[in-house]
């Protein structure tokens, strides 16, 4: 049986056009009304007429208004619709690879606007400072998103993150600073992030903001995971002081024996 193709959705310009049939319609229906009418009336009082007229102007300017109104409207549901059209394709880490740098910052704006951010607007361009996507959390704090869009063999470096550091806060007084890369980071790179307080959005957890979970949720799974990396670190320099003591009991029991 061949699959049936979903109707397509008329465009802004012949919805435009239907808009404009629809007002003329009315306003030749109303003329010709006035043409016939302006027979019988001919033989009545000249305010009749006057009246007519103010009538005429009046439903005219009426029907521009609702003419530009609706194309207003019907421009912003096209514009709603092409754009869920695009997310909806937009499903798998592989097309997102097949993106350019500036629709790349225009997915991660609809992934922040479909958990419920606040102000989205995307400032990406030569002038940006490291802020590609800006905009609100739901309870307000301000978030800062720079997006790099790697080749998945790539990787975001220390270089990359230091330069983001240095403006996040800085410069756009960011409560929130996360950088979403479509590759991994290096370890350096975690690492500087994690001291400076950056949520950091690696290929994996792209995929799992993709697939629904929330940003709320996404910002806790960092979290967690800085969490674990300083328990690492402090149980590694924990474990470290009493091998330097027992390092030094050693010698110390050396040169006694050697004083014998």
Partial sequence: MPRQRAPRRPSPRRLAGDSANRV???????????AAYSGYARDFDPLVGVVVIAVVVIVVLYGVRWFRLAVRRERREWSAHAEASRQT????????????GAEFEQHVAELCRRDGCLDVEVSGGAGDLGADVVGALP???KLVIQCKRYAPSRSVGSPDMQRFVGTARPVHEADVAVLVASCRFTAPARDLAHDQDIVTVDRELLGQWMAGTGLAAILLVDAADRHVRTRVDTRANTQAEPRVGRAGRAGTRFARRASR
Avoid at 24 to 34: H, K, M, S
Avoid at 89 to 100: C, E, K, P
Wanted: net charge positive; charged share 20%.
């Fill in 89 to 100: 394709r937009i499903r798998s880490l592989s097309a997102v690879d097949a993106l350019t």
């Fill in 139 to 141: 309870d307000g704090r």
């Fill in 24 to 34: 003329f319609l009315w306003i030749g229906a109303l003329v010709c009304t006035i």
